[in-house]
């Protein structure tokens, strides 16, 4: 379902990849991540979920690292260095937290019909730019001079989060930056695009903003 920010980065990274994948909608507007063949394969009921022959993985950060590591071509989206990849893993467990973030406000207000969030809500957001203005501050990308899967993880994440809190590009010009550059890329416009803008309406139709 690709108003889900995982389910955008997973897409992203099978773009990018040329993964030869099946795609199997899950609407969770249907409950069909309730249904149970999909508990089944995860109890958790969140998506995106990977199936590989016997290999399930129901985390969108080890699906972006599985399937770099099994198809990507070179090492430069998942270094093999272990202080690059510190790096990179360091990012994708920060867009855990950023993407809980988002998910308080945006799972109460399309499921349980909560449509104010909190200002702390808000402040946490807005928080959260100013987090990878630091990290962007001192390099190109999230994790380095190079993009990196922490890249592809957060620019799904703040994809959505935008629509909620704009990025103040005068308050966070290298966020700004950084997100104009990343979504001009051909594999943000084919995998989320039009999911992000789904996302927005829907968003903005169930909250008092």
Request: charge should be negative; include cysteine; glycine fraction near 2%.
């Amino acid at each position: 379902m690709d108003l889900s920010p995982p389910v955008c980065a997973a897409l992203m990274i099978c773009e990018i990849h040329n993964v030869p994948v099946e795609m199997i909608d899950v609407d969770l507007i249907k409950k069909d991540n309730l249904k149970p063949e999909f508990l089944k394969k995860n109890p958790l009921h969140t998506i995106p979920l990977l199936e590989d022959d016997d290999l399930i993985i129901h985390d969108s950060h080890v699906i972006l690292t599985y399937l770099t590591e099994k198809y990507g071509k070179d090492e430069s989206l998942y270094p093999k260095d272990p202080k690059q990849r510190a790096q990179v893993d360091q990012k994708l467990f920060f867009d855990t937290l950023l993407f809980f973030r988002l998910r308080s406000i945006s799972y109460a207000a399309i499921f349980e019909g909560v449509r104010k969030p909190t200002e702390k809500q808000l402040k946490d957001l807005d928080e959260a730019y100013s987090f990878l203005e630091a990290f962007l501050s001192k390099t190109k990308f999230i994790a380095g001079d190079n993009m990196t899967i922490a890249d592809i993880s957060i620019l799904a994440t703040v994809s959505a989060i935008r629509h909620i809190v704009p990025i103040d590009g005068n308050k966070y010009p290298n966020v700004q930056s950084w997100f104009t550059y990343m979504e001009n890329q051909p594999f943000y416009k084919k995998c989320v695009e039009q999911g992000s803008i789904q996302f927005g309406q829907i968003i903005k139709s169930c909250l008092d903003l």
